[in-house]
């Protein structure tokens, strides 16, 4: 059972506001991602972490920034939330080395009113 | 350009077989996975091919033709609890230690008695 999690599931917040999506996990791994995912749609990757300090963009642009201050943590932040960005948020880890599996949270299913 | 394509829905009778078909278009390849994600929650992991040939895994396999950019997925003794999406996803990366992945939009399984 994969040890990932993520905070809140749901989440409604008014446009201009300030959010911070969590994601932890405790298995160890490096790497760690946040994927977008729309009702019906594809997966696209947004943010890849290698390890600490290690941040890329993906290749879905997007207004959200990340930080990597600890291994485990990986938020993902929205300085001012706005009706397009109503989506579903999903985290996930894998392994450093090895084309290993990547294992997701729950997602964060973000409604921007 | 990078392209996964696979069937949207399919339905399949309780009991039967069912292979869920995906074809590629990527550059760097570094492997392919299957995920299984049930409305609402996250993608677990199915599969992973990185050679050619066929992987078993109970009533799961999985086949991968890289010359032929094609992979499929195949179900045997469909449970109803099988009903669910399928995602094929693509991993990019010109070594071993990057895993992004490309998903396809999913294919929708119903299972029905």
């Known amino acids: 059972e994969a040890d990932i999690y993520q905070t809140p599931r749901y989440l409604v917040i008014g446009t201009g506001k300030k959010i911070t999506l969590e994601c932890s996990q405790t298995?160890?791994?490096?790497?760690m991602y946040w994927y977008q995912q729309d009702p019906g749609m594809e997966l696209h990757l947004i943010h890849y972490?290698?390890?600490?300090?290690?941040?890329e963009k993906g290749d879905l642009s997007s207004e959200s920034t990340v930080s990597r201050i600890r291994t485990e943590h990986f938020p993902l932040t929205l300085e001012s939330a706005r009706p397009s960005h109503t989506s579903q948020y999903l985290c996930?880890?894998?392994?450093?080395?090895?084309?290993?599996?990547?294992?997701f949270g729950q997602g964060t299913r973000l409604t921007v009113v | 350009g990078q392209n996964i394509d696979q069937p949207t829905e399919m339905t399949a009778t309780e009991g039967a077989i069912v292979q869920i078909n995906c074809t590629y278009q990527?550059?760097?390849?570094?492997?392919l996975f299957w995920y299984q994600q049930h409305a609402g929650e996250a993608p677990t992991f199915l599969s992973y091919?990185?050679?050619?040939g066929l992987e078993e895994k109970g009533r799961f396999s999985s086949f991968l033709s890289r010359s032929k950019g094609y992979s499929y997925l195949l179900l045997k003794e469909l449970q109803m609890k099988d009903s669910a999406s399928y995602l094929c996803?693509?991993?990019?990366?010109?070594?071993?230690?990057?895993?992004?992945?490309?998903f396809g939009q999913g294919t929708t399984l119903q299972v029905k008695p």
């Open positions: 996930a880890s894998s392994e450093r080395y090895g084309n290993t599996e990547a294992f």
């Open positions: 298995m160890g791994h490096d790497k």
């Open positions: 972490s290698y390890g600490v300090n290690s941040t």
């Open positions: 990527t550059s760097g390849f570094n492997g």
């Open positions: 091919n990185v050679l050619d």
């Open positions: 996803a693509v991993s990019r990366g010109f070594s071993s230690n990057t895993g992004k992945l490309i």
